[in-house]
């Protein structure tokens, strides 16, 4: 069943224009995901929230409910956080890909560690459980 929503859903967004461009089955049973892109800046968005309407839509054809929650399952399961995959130019040239990675790499290091601070997570239990998922991220120290 899993698989026929998934190819459904992929010939629905193709059907409507969307950037879809992979599937794949997930570590946890039941668990599906797709792949949008390549989208230029906040189109990437847009190409979201319509695959994300059309898998509900083909969903109630079959009988079943989408869920996006982070982490569907209690227990020790991977998670289902959305994340996001980025290059540049520079970094897709294989000459010089790898030297541009480093430096984005560290910056979004930088970064990513005064987000989680700023994030008021007693007022979001949703996000701190994702940030729990330790399947699949490192663990952060977010008891501050």
Avoid at 32 to 50: R, T
Avoid at 72 to 91: I, V
């Amino acid at each position: 069943l899993g698989r026929d929503i998934l190819e459904a859903h992929y010939r629905a967004c193709l059907y409507a224009g969307v950037e879809i461009c992979g599937t794949n089955a997930e570590v946890m049973p039941s668990q599906w995901e797709f792949q949008i892109g390549p989208c230029v800046g906040v189109n990437a968005g847009d190409h979201i929230w319509m695959a994300r309407f059309l898998l509900h839509r083909v969903a109630e054809d079959f009988g079943v409910v989408v869920s996006f929650d982070p982490k569907p399952m209690p227990g020790n399961w991977n998670g289902s956080g959305a994340h996001t995959n980025f290059s540049t130019k520079a970094m897709r040239r294989p000459d010089i890909g790898l030297k541009c990675l480093a430096p984005a790499v560290t910056e979004s290091q930088d970064k990513s560690s005064g987000t989680l601070m700023n994030h008021n997570l007693s007022a979001d239990a949703d996000f701190k459980v994702f940030l729990l998922a330790f399947c699949e991220i490192s663990p952060k120290d977010i008891s501050k």
